[in-house]
């Protein structure tokens, strides 16, 4: 009995890590059309700003797996930053644009976008060093940085995106900028991942198993 209750955890077991390597290889929601980003409270310490790139598809010269073959690239003359006025009474609302390009089997926007913020006032040299940070993908002395999402998964099925993605500002101070990305406004559910959804049934199945095995060696 042993025995049989132990390969049926390790199967178990096995079924969860191919599930989650999975889905770690299931390309992301298509791209939305428009950005909003968001602000709970105001900031009025910070001037905020959006930074840009373009960016393409090229070969990878040396690929992790056989199955992502290409990089993406920001094109270092395309980067652009421009400031923009945000409160909690005014969100900022960018169009995404149709540019896309081809990442294996990701299909992506062509520009990506960053939300900075930066301590007042602004130091000197502020391009450049907004573009250091970004290349370095880390944050500076009183420069904050937040990747803005441009996807947003929706309901069960698999492949369906948002058009309108929300980027709000959870959290801004020297530990850094932290956003929470939803759909038109709407919170987004844990539970509409269809993943979550078989990893949750497949953990009571082995919590069911448990039970019927410690109930059968209780009462034998």
Do not use: C
């Not at 450049?128 to 904050?144: F, M, P, S």
């Not at 759909?183 to 991942?193: N, T």
């Amino acid at each position: 009995m042993m025995r049989i209750f132990f390969r049926s955890v390790l199967i178990l077991l096995a079924v969860l890590l191919t599930a989650n390597v999975f889905r770690a290889d299931v390309p992301a929601p298509p791209v939305g059309e428009t950005i909003v980003v968001e602000v709970g409270e105001n900031y009025p310490d910070y001037q905020f700003y959006i930074a840009s790139y373009k960016r393409e598809s090229r070969p990878n010269p040396k690929p992790p797996h056989i199955s992502r073959p290409d990089v993406e690239v920001n094109l270092p003359e395309s980067f652009n930053l421009e400031e923009i006025d945000l409160s909690a009474k005014h969100p900022h609302v960018r169009p995404i644009g149709s540019g896309r390009i081809k990442v294996n089997r990701w299909e992506l926007a062509e520009n990506v976008y960053w939300l900075v913020a930066v301590k007042k006032p602004a130091p000197e040299g502020l391009r450049a060093r907004v573009r250091e940070l970004i290349d370095k993908y880390e944050d500076g002395e009183g420069i904050y940085l937040a990747r803005l999402n441009d996807s947003f998964e929706l309901g069960v099925d698999e492949g369906k995106g948002a058009k309108v993605i929300v980027n709000k500002v959870k959290s801004l101070s020297e530990k850094g900028l932290e956003i929470s990305v939803s759909e038109g406004g709407k919170l987004p559910s844990v539970a509409s991942r269809p993943m979550n959804l078989i990893g949750f049934g497949l953990i009571l199945t082995g919590l069911a198993l448990l039970g019927f095995w410690w109930t059968k060696r209780k009462y034998a």
